[in-house]
């Protein structure tokens, strides 16, 4: 038997099986292959070489002025070719080129930055979440992902670097913050292998690194409730940090309470404020919800309002903010420190 690639002169059967498909014997694999027998329409003279391969018959290509032999085959309407001076070899080069244009990106997305395809990722395929969560994912792109690798184009992202992202993260921020961050990193990446804008998922494989302790909530200590209390009986933020410490409410429970509230010596707790957004949401559980009671001590400093009024509004006006009641919180903490070197001042005298 000769050599799969080999040259031969075809007999009067064989070219005859070409010419004719009534003579064409099937294939041992019980298939006919589209491209393995030449088309009948396809001119067989006496003089026509073909050659073998796997059992197949092909029409050997005619050489180009240039000395090449070529060959022509079409991807998603794409027409390509691969030429070779020896045509027995057009086969293994088409191979080749299939599997090469495989592991390419599409034409047009060879330019598309991180931070392109992350801002379109997150404008399409974020659209079926909160817009708590959707503002969490833009916060983790701008401060995180985007300073690093922002402008890097997305064909160059590597695993390692992803990793590494990861890595530097859990050095410094809490767990949660880090698995939010590994999630986007796998949505994102693996929509983008999907849109074919690469073709290999850099993110698949990413592991949770081992995190930093998280921090431990305590209790103040009565020095620091002494100071506390002084602080409260001059600073605007006063009422509200005794409020805070005597019913032992979340700070994003405090802004959405009204007068309505105030319901025979208890405060009603059941909705809270939403920090990326600044809107208003029931509480996170069933639990959250409840009836919390008011001391006499902080019910007689309480302000008198309507039903309908916040309790504890900005300064101007209006439903406080987190970002409002952050900055008296910081305020309030240097004053404190005023009041601790006041009273440390007045024991050494």
Same mark, same amino acid.
């Given at each position: 038997m000769s050599h799969p690639h080999s040259v031969q002169r075809c007999s009067r059967i064989e070219k005859s099986a070409i010419k004719n498909p009534a003579h064409r014997r099937q294939p041992a694999d019980g298939t006919w292959g589209t491209d393995k027998l030449a088309h009948p329409s396809v001119p067989l003279f006496y003089h026509t070489y073909l050659w073998k391969e796997r059992g197949y018959f092909y029409a050997k290509t005619q050489k180009g002025a240039d000395g090449y032999y070529r060959r022509y085959f079409r991807i998603d309407g794409i027409e390509y070719s691969v030429r070779s001076k020896d045509f027995r070899? &057009?086969?293994?080069?088409?191979?080749?080129?299939r599997e090469q244009l495989a592991n390419k990106a599409k034409p047009g997305t060879e330019s598309v930055t991180v931070q392109a395809w992350g801002d379109s990722w997150r404008e399409v395929y974020t659209t079926n979440l909160r817009k708590a969560s959707q503002e969490r994912i833009r916060g983790l792109q701008q401060n995180?992902?985007?300073? &690093?690798?922002?402008a890097v184009k997305i064909t160059a992202v590597k695993r390692i670097h992803l990793q590494s992202l990861l890595n530097d993260m859990a050095k410094t921020l809490a767990k949660d913050t880090v698995k939010h961050m590994m999630q986007m990193l796998i949505a994102m990446f693996t929509a983008a292998v999907e849109d074919d804008i690469i073709s290999k998922n850099p993110a698949a494989g990413l592991t949770m690194p081992v995190c930093r302790p998280p921090s431990t909530h305590r209790a103040i200590t009565e020095r620091e409730r002494v100071i506390l209390l002084e602080t409260a009986k001059t600073h605007p933020m006063g009422i509200l940090v005794q409020f805070l410490l005597y019913t032992g409410l979340r700070p994003g429970e405090i802004p959405p309470l009204t007068g309505a509230d105030l319901v025979g010596g208890y405060v009603r707790v059941n909705k809270a404020l939403e920090a990326r957004t600044n809107e208003i949401k029931e509480t996170k559980s069933k639990a959250g919800s409840r009836m919390v009671p008011i001391i006499p001590r902080l019910s007689a400093i309480l302000p008198d309002i309507r039903p309908n009024q916040y309790l504890f509004p900005q300064p101007r006006g209006g439903l406080m903010t987190?970002?409002?009641?952050r900055r008296m919180w910081h305020s309030f903490v240097l004053a404190m420190n005023e009041t601790e070197a006041e009273l440390i001042g007045k024991k050494r005298s």
């Amino acid at each position: 038997m000769s050599h799969p690639h080999s040259v031969q002169r075809c007999s009067r059967i064989e070219k005859s099986a070409i010419k004719n498909p009534a003579h064409r014997r099937q294939p041992a694999d019980g298939t006919w292959g589209t491209d393995k027998l030449a088309h009948p329409s396809v001119p067989l003279f006496y003089h026509t070489y073909l050659w073998k391969e796997r059992g197949y018959f092909y029409a050997k290509t005619q050489k180009g002025a240039d000395g090449y032999y070529r060959r022509y085959f079409r991807i998603d309407g794409i027409e390509y070719s691969v030429r070779s001076k020896d045509f027995r070899t &057009l086969a293994d080069k088409e191979r080749k080129k299939r599997e090469q244009l495989a592991n390419k990106a599409k034409p047009g997305t060879e330019s598309v930055t991180v931070q392109a395809w992350g801002d379109s990722w997150r404008e399409v395929y974020t659209t079926n979440l909160r817009k708590a969560s959707q503002e969490r994912i833009r916060g983790l792109q701008q401060n995180y992902l985007y300073p &690093l690798y922002g402008a890097v184009k997305i064909t160059a992202v590597k695993r390692i670097h992803l990793q590494s992202l990861l890595n530097d993260m859990a050095k410094t921020l809490a767990k949660d913050t880090v698995k939010h961050m590994m999630q986007m990193l796998i949505a994102m990446f693996t929509a983008a292998v999907e849109d074919d804008i690469i073709s290999k998922n850099p993110a698949a494989g990413l592991t949770m690194p081992v995190c930093r302790p998280p921090s431990t909530h305590r209790a103040i200590t009565e020095r620091e409730r002494v100071i506390l209390l002084e602080t409260a009986k001059t600073h605007p933020m006063g009422i509200l940090v005794q409020f805070l410490l005597y019913t032992g409410l979340r700070p994003g429970e405090i802004p959405p309470l009204t007068g309505a509230d105030l319901v025979g010596g208890y405060v009603r707790v059941n909705k809270a404020l939403e920090a990326r957004t600044n809107e208003i949401k029931e509480t996170k559980s069933k639990a959250g919800s409840r009836m919390v009671p008011i001391i006499p001590r902080l019910s007689a400093i309480l302000p008198d309002i309507r039903p309908n009024q916040y309790l504890f509004p900005q300064p101007r006006g209006g439903l406080m903010t987190k970002t409002v009641m952050r900055r008296m919180w910081h305020s309030f903490v240097l004053a404190m420190n005023e009041t601790e070197a006041e009273l440390i001042g007045k024991k050494r005298s």
